[in-house]
């Protein structure tokens, strides 16, 4: 079966700028995509494609089947959510819900019935009366998906929808977005360039980055085996150093994820690093050690760890690196240097194994 | 000692904030008001019977049922062009569009004396144009026509500015979301992207009204002493008559009426929407 949602191909360019390449993307009903990148990545251009406000180049867009790139966005039956909430000022909080059914030609009743439900759902009954201008932020945004559930959307598109409000409120709202995709299984895909948000609303995710999909997967996938240096960059934290795998080969970047960098305390003169210092993060610790290469390094380790090795600023540590990637530049697959458990730590080039490491 | 010193320093400044408040009320005493309540006094100076007298008599309603008919064709064919205009220089690109901008405020920095002048060398018996109307027998000077074509020209940039300010605010995502929400072009426009210039509308007919209600020099120019206006009744009554209560009574009336059509306009707008 096809899915239900399905690009293929689909290509843009504004004023002979591309900004889509050739995207294909697919979408199981019931189920959510985040579309993660950074700003300028062509993501809401997709999404306003997808919606039908944007006719794209070339390519196809399916919708259940059926190709919808012809059909206007008024009869697409897509909900979309906006950035800005983009909720109709001179209407109250009951007449923008029932906006989409009014349109429609639905008897008033039925859409005063549909309202009162909606707004039960986002727990705002008490706003029915309102104009959107004396409602909070995250009021309004709520209010805007109400507006869009209300005509019982095949699709459901969200365009940073949390990106103008503060941190408390976002975490809650993508909660009870989640929540609320899950009950009513909702098909929706989400544009964020917040890797926190597009793990928690997301099924799974794509990632994008210069108008084209680097990778799609789980979070877990993306995290573990980046399928580009731009993924294992942007998804996650990591260092990236300029230096030879192998002893003797020239120098190719390599990305290194902080957990993965194996620190240990050696006396005043041995060892590859000095620790600069040191972020408590609760129950994790970011050390920031400074290479005798002249590279920085971030490092992290449990709060028990830290304390049992009795570690300060200025010491000497021998690093050692349990994985490393490298990516060459034409996006090949990449080479992952991963020794099985049982066998020590790689050596790092030029440098001696770290002793008694513990694994 | 310092609490002391800081408390000193809050007074002055209390201090000087009156001041500065109080100085703006007095100018704008001065400037603005005392001139207006001068002409109260002076029509009301014989009693409210004698101010009713001066407003009803026949010279003065026709003088004002010119000056609202004329003023209502002038809103109304500024309420089309203004909105016309304001969406193609927001909404479309095209090569001059800032020219053109900047053109359409000309009418403001334009005399009205030259305005009556322009009209005049256009559309008199001799000129070009008016040779073309009178031959079809539609004399435009002296006509009111040819008083509401000057008001036009007066007026112009009001409706647009006040159009085109809101317009340039409004958030296209709202017309965007209306089409996702399942309304046409059409709908859209009426639903979402009317409602939402009202408050420009509004303040575009409030302006041009009341600039078209209150035009003298280009009005008395092309009225070629055969018809008269609010303004033109009041210079009539002062200048020739000579009664200042009279002509003072007619003024209050012309001061009032933009207050009262504005108050009517708002009142009619906020119950179209309760609706």
């Keep these: 079966m096809p899915p239900y949602l399905e690009v293929r191909g689909v290509r843009m360019a504004f004023g002979g700028k591309r900004v889509l390449e050739s995207v294909d993307l697919a979408v199981e009903r019931g189920r959510s995509l985040a579309i993660l990148g950074p700003s300028g990545c062509g993501k809401s251009t997709l999404l306003r494609i997808i919606s039908g406000l944007v006719r794209q180049d070339a390519g196809e867009v399916r919708l259940d089947g059926e190709r919808i790139d012809a059909v206007p966005a008024e009869r697409r039956g897509i909900g979309f959510l906006f950035q800005h909430y983009s909720l109709f000022p001179h209407m109250t909080v009951r007449q923008n819900i029932e906006f989409g059914l009014r349109m429609r030609g639905v008897p008033p009743e039925q859409r005063a019935a549909r309202a009162r439900e909606l707004l039960r759902l986002i727990g705002l009954e008490g706003l029915a009366d309102r104009r959107p201008g004396r409602l909070s932020g995250g009021e309004q945004q709520?209010?805007?998906?109400?507006?869009?559930?209300?005509?019982?959307?095949?699709?459901?598109?969200?365009?940073?929808?949390?990106?103008?409000?503060?941190?408390?409120?976002?975490?809650?709202?993508?909660?009870?977005?989640k929540a609320l995709q899950r009950r009513l299984g909702i098909t929706m895909v989400f544009v964020t360039h917040d890797q926190d948000e597009a793990f928690e609303v997301g099924d799974s995710i794509a990632v994008m980055h210069g108008g084209r999909i680097e990778q799609v997967g789980l979070p877990r996938d993306l995290y573990d085996h980046p399928a580009t240096g731009f993924v294992a960059r942007f998804v996650g934290n990591v260092n990236v150093l300029e230096m030879p795998v192998d002893p003797g080969e020239p120098a190719e970047e390599v990305i290194i994820r902080p957990?993965?960098?194996?620190?240990?305390?050696?006396?005043?003169?041995?060892?590859?690093?000095?620790?600069?210092?040191?972020?408590?993060?609760?129950?994790?610790?970011?050390?920031?050690?400074?290479?005798?290469?002249?590279?920085?390094?971030?490092?992290?380790?449990?709060?028990?760890?830290?304390?049992?090795?009795?570690?300060?600023?200025?010491q000497r540590m021998r690093v050692a690196f349990r994985a490393l990637r490298t990516f060459p530049k034409e996006q090949e697959p990449e080479r992952v240097i991963v020794p099985p458990r049982s066998m020590g730590p790689p050596e790092m080039p030029g440098m001696e194994p770290p002793l008694g490491m513990r694994w | 000692m310092a609490g002391e010193e800081g408390g000193g320093r809050t007074e002055l400044r209390a201090m000087t904030k009156w001041l500065m408040v109080s100085l703006a009320f007095a100018l704008f005493f001065v400037f603005v008001l005392m001139p207006l309540t001068s002409t109260v006094r002076f029509a009301f100076e014989d009693g409210p019977g004698k101010f009713w007298g001066a407003i009803t008599t026949e010279d003065a309603l026709n003088a004002l049922g010119n000056s609202m008919l004329i003023a209502t064709v002038v809103t109304l064919v500024n309420l089309g062009t203004g909105i016309l205009i304001a969406w193609v220089i927001v909404r479309h690109d095209f090569p001059g569009r800032s020219i053109f901008r900047t053109l359409i405020e000309l009418p403001?920095?334009?005399?009205?004396?030259?305005?009556?002048?322009?009209?005049?060398?256009?559309?008199?018996?001799?000129?070009?144009?008016?040779?073309?109307?009178?031959?079809?027998?539609?004399?435009?000077?002296?006509?009111?026509?040819?008083?509401?074509?000057?008001?036009?020209?007066?007026?112009?940039?009001?409706?647009?500015?006040?159009?085109?300010?809101?317009?340039?605010?409004?958030?296209?995502?709202?017309?965007?979301?209306?089409?996702?929400?399942?309304?046409?072009?059409r709908q859209t426009l009426w639903h979402v992207t009317l409602p939402a210039l009202r408050g420009g509308v509004v303040a575009g007919i409030a302006l041009t009204f009341t600039r078209s209600l209150g035009e003298f020099g280009s009005t008395f120019m092309l009225a070629g002493g055969v018809l008269r206006t609010g303004p033109l009744e009041i210079y009539h009554l002062s200048e020739v008559n000579l009664d200042y209560q009279a002509a003072s009574s007619v003024a209050i009336l012309l001061m009032v009426l933009p207050f009262v059509i504005l108050f009517g306009l708002n009142w009619a707008v906020d119950r179209m929407e309760a609706n």
Excluded: C
């Excluded at chain 1, 006396?267 to 620790?275: C, N, P, S, V």
């Excluded at chain 2, 559309?123 to 000057?150: H, R």
């Design chain 1, 142 to 177: 709520r209010v805007a998906l109400a507006r869009a559930l209300a005509i019982e959307p095949r699709l459901l598109l969200l365009d940073e929808p949390f990106g103008a409000l503060d941190a408390k409120i976002r975490r809650r709202l993508r909660r009870d977005l």
């Design chain 1, 259 to 314: 957990e993965d960098v194996l620190v240990e305390r050696v006396g005043d003169g041995e060892g590859h690093a000095t620790l600069a210092n040191y972020v408590f993060l609760g129950p994790l610790i970011e050390l920031s050690l400074a290479m005798d290469t002249g590279d920085e390094l971030a490092a992290i380790m449990t709060k028990v760890e830290f304390v049992e090795r009795g570690l300060r600023r200025g």
């Design chain 2, 108 to 185: 403001i920095a334009v005399p009205t004396a030259v305005v009556g002048i322009s009209f005049i060398m256009l559309y008199s018996p001799e000129a070009f144009l008016g040779k073309m109307t009178d031959s079809w027998g539609l004399a435009i000077i002296p006509s009111v026509t040819g008083i509401i074509l000057a008001h036009i020209f007066v007026t112009f940039p009001f409706m647009v500015r006040s159009v085109s300010v809101v317009l340039e605010k409004l958030d296209v995502a709202q017309e965007e979301a209306a089409h996702t929400l399942g309304a046409s072009r």
